[in-house]
């Protein structure tokens, strides 16, 4: 069984088209951890290839908000205007598609996934702290997550924390060979709005059998997208991050 992890999609179309042809026929099963919509313009399109290719979902901050699950109110002010935009642009069964999603985090046969922590679907893993609590929260030992938009994660071995890095910018890929006896929390980076430096859409592969998660990095047309979101009216600083990945 081969799995495409994704997450933060966040309405980038030419991200998703982008990373869905650099791993054509490498997967078997799509899961995804979660904020399909938000920031960037094309959240139909993403809610629909979600609904129709994603077999597991988690949903996220930003999709609880568009979805009306959740109020506006810690978003920052550029954040409000695009989940405002969003919910504008989805129709009632694509919204209803975003509030049934479930919380995280959701246990399949070979690893669970969640979109902040395993005690907090909001909350970042950015810190030691929170990454040596999220681990000993963890009910199996292979785990995805997202919302930071930063790819990588944490491992620990006996009572030892590690970090997993992101693919170097000069790489496209980062291969991370699964040792039992260890727990793993797993970021695939996100696809839609990369905060990590890599403006590169950003994801991962998990082979089971092989016991092999690869991280991977694709380029994409971000003026595409830049042009799009300009003329929806988004705000133009949402456009500017996205080509310093920041
Ligand atoms: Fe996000």
Known sequence: MRFLILSDLHANFEAL???L???ENKYDTVVCCGDLVGYNPD???IVEWCAGHCDHVVRGNHDKVVAGIDDLEWFNPVAQISAHWTTDQLSPEQLTYLRDLPRGPVLLEHFEFFHGTPFDEDEYVLSQKVAEQSLSALQ???SFFGHTHVQGGFFRQHRRL???EAVQPEEREYA???EPDLL???NPGSVGQPRDGDPRAAYALYDVEARLVTLHRVEYPIA???RKLKSAGLPDALGLRLFNGQ
């Open 17 to 19: 088209t982008a990373v």
């Open 162 to 164: 590690g970090a997993i």
């Open 176 to 178: 991370i060979q699964l």
């Open 21 to 23: 042809a650099d791993a």
């Open 184 to 186: 793993y929390m797993i």
């Open 224 to 226: 595409t997208t830049y």
């Open 43 to 45: 959240p139909s399109a």
């Open 140 to 142: 199996m030992p292979l």
